[in-house]
């Protein structure tokens, strides 16, 4: 059991299998606003508090180059608690968004390949609260590719991250194992390799890497 690794479900869309995936009691529920990703929440997408048992369960919006107008919007409509960026959003904006939500997290998104350069995201550490790291891919979200973890190792920045591309039950036991090596690493983002379809997860393959992490 692993207390410190916390689970994030991302690419949520349907309200019957949020209810179904809320039951498993993960730690964070990603929503995409990005509208052409395959997971789109969709036009005037809107979430209560009391329509779900949240639970502990915190609620992120995932945001590519998305307008300040468009964003608050979102976060008002959904009730989110985080803002994930993971376009080519650059601190200046980070800032301006923080200002304008200040009661809400800012996560900044940053694809992982081998001309990756790990002192950048210094440049955000003033405007961010967490990080994640994730697949180079040529659209944004579910790639279900993993990269090499090896390239984040030397991670010393204050904020914590979180580990997305490809996680699944296949190689839960190895991200486990490098949360051993990097204290920063607060959660796992689970996507593509927990679905059904595109937008629609699988309950049992969610609780089988739940159940490996809490276990």
């Not at 299998?17 to 036009?43: A, C, H, T, W």
């Not at 490809?166 to 607060?186: D, Q, T, V, W, Y």
């Not at 689970?190 to 739940?210: H, M």
Request: hydrophobic content about 40%; glycine content about 8%; proline content about 5%.
């Amino acid at each position: 059991m692993d207390p410190g690794l916390k689970i994030k479900v991302c690419g949520m869309r349907e309200r019957d299998n949020i209810e179904e995936i809320l039951q498993l009691s993960p730690d964070f529920m990603g929503f995409i606003f990005y509208r052409p990703s395959k997971r789109y929440v969709g036009d005037g997408f809107k979430l209560s508090e009391d329509k779900f048992n949240w639970g502990v369960c915190r609620r992120v919006g995932v945001f590519v180059n998305h307008e300040l107008d468009v964003v608050r919007r979102a976060v008002d409509d959904a009730n989110l608690h985080a803002v994930q960026l993971h376009g080519s959003e650059e601190p200046a904006y980070c800032e301006q968004l923080k200002e304008a939500l200040p009661d809400i997290e800012i996560w900044k998104a940053f694809s992982v390949g081998p001309d990756f350069d790990l002192q950048s995201i210094s440049l955000y550490s003033d405007v961010t609260e967490t990080f994640l790291f994730d697949s180079p891919l040529s659209g944004f979200g579910g790639s279900g590719r993993s990269f090499d973890w090896g390239l984040i190792s030397r991670y010393n920045d204050p904020r914590p991250f979180i580990l997305a591309g490809g996680i699944g039950s296949g190689n839960i036991s190895e991200a486990l194992r490098f949360k051993r090596k990097a204290a920063s690493l607060i959660a796992v983002d689970i996507n593509s390799k927990a679905e059904k379809v595109p937008g629609v997860k699988s309950p049992e393959l969610v609780s089988r890497i739940i159940e490996a992490v809490r276990r």
